[in-house]
């Protein structure tokens, strides 16, 4: 073999790398960094949250890569799944290629859309338990938490006449830790959920007119806002609504819900 073919085989990866590079276009991935990344990531690339890794100032080949293995699969995220799966291979170079321009993580930028992520017009159900159907439990073993499932009377008339989530729409949720056994191991009862023990908060999905108009459409599910309570029954500070979004943005022919075949099933059964 030529001594010279390793050096061609470089120079060729080098031009197709500089080609692609050349290809992408900055200003169409800042226009889309905006409306899909802003969120999270920041429009610089800066995140938003501690627990939300930068991307300004990255390799693009690297960012390309993530995001394609994120958009097929290979690498899992529930958040990231949804929206890098609506990225097409041109959005992603242009993502990748605007971040890589950006200044390395020295700003304090923050994302204009943050504020209406961590804003939700969802509310408390005072009295719920009165009113509220309960359709569905489910074990989390990794946490040792049991959580029951409610709907206001709004969502399962909809659930029973077979009709998509109208506003007015609320599920509940009451989320438990589950009595443990003295091996530490969660303690089953007859009907095979764990026993529930102390209440540690709730979480909650609910729809009205207008509530979506401010998340960005490729988060964005239709008028549903999310919230997490307090046992003192407070919005939890700091939930980014964007985690949320993202995990149900996939569900919108089920109305947004992981939980719709239970809800039909338990409205048509009880009513």
Known sequence: MSKRLPHLFALTLTLSAASIALAADQEAGRRKAEAVCAACHGANGISVSDTIPNLAGQKPR????????????????????????????????????????????????????????????????????????????????????????????????????????????????????????????????????????????YTSMARDAGWGKDIPEILRNDEWNYAVFTTGKQQRAGVNQAECLACHKPLDKVSYLFTLKQLTDAAKSRY
């Open 62 to 201: 690297y960012l390309e890569t993530q995001l394609a293995a994120l958009k097929d699969g290979r690498r899992k995220s529930e958040i990231m799944n949804p929206i890098a799966g609506q990225l097409s291979a041109a959005d992603i170079a242009d993502v990748a290629a605007h971040f890589a321009g950006q200044p390395g993580a020295v700003s304090t930028a923050k994302s204009a859309m943050l504020p209406n992520l961590v804003k939700s017009s969802v509310s408390f159900p005072e009295g719920y338990q009165g009113t509220y159907t309960k359709y569905h439990t489910i074990n989390f073993p990794a946490t040792k938490q049991v959580r029951h499932y409610l709907a206001n009377p709004t969502a399962v008339q909809a659930a029973k006449a077979g009709q998509p989530m109208p506003n007015g729409a609320m599920l509940f949720v009451e989320v438990y830790s589950a009595r443990l056994d003295a091996d530490q191991k969660p303690v089953l009862g007859a009907d095979g959920f764990f026993v529930a023990d102390k209440l540690l908060f």
